[in-house]
């Protein structure tokens, strides 16, 4: 990655932002929303409002919520990123690389939108793009 471009390197920094912002969300709330972790590090059912052990369960939900909001403005730069990588593959008469800037859209919309399994797939697609 050395060599990366500017176009290559503002891909690679939007989504590794978006996967540590899946990564804090997860941490945070189960996958389906009904549990919430505590300071303790315990899983508590989101309809009881923590204590001094557990901390507040409005915190954890407002900050998960705002890595979720996060991780979909990183998608939205990601997109426009992948955009413009796939009208220069087809101005360059390069499908391939067409493509490819396709396959990051539906990837990372998967990763935004696809709950834990889709913030696992997302992190392991991107993390292997960045091999040699």
């Known amino acids: 990655m050395n060599d ?3 176009i290559q390197l503002a891909d690679h ?5 978006g996967i540590l912002a899946s990564a804090r969300e997860y941490s ?24 001094q052990f ?14 979720n909001v996060a991780g979909k403005i990183f998608f939205v730069g990601g997109a426009a990123v992948s955009t413009y990588q796939f009208v ?4 360059n008469n ?3 690389a ?20 889709g913030a696992v797939f997302a992190a392991g697609y991107w993390l292997g793009t960045l091999g040699p």
Do not use: F
Request: aromatic fraction near 8%; charged fraction near 10%.
């Open 13 to 17: 920094s939007v989504n590794a932002a």
């Open 54 to 67: 557990a901390g507040s369960r409005n915190l954890v939900l407002s900050t998960a919520r705002a890595a």
């Open 88 to 91: 220069s593959a087809l101005a």
């Open 94 to 96: 390069n499908p391939r």
């Open 98 to 117: 067409a493509s490819a800037a396709m396959i990051n859209i539906i990837v990372s919309g998967y990763g935004v939108w696809g709950g834990p399994p």
């Open 4 to 6: 990366a471009s500017p």
């Open 28 to 51: 945070l709330l189960s996958g389906d929303g009904s549990r919430w972790r505590g300071l303790n590090g315990k899983w508590y059912s989101t309809s009881w409002a923590g204590n």
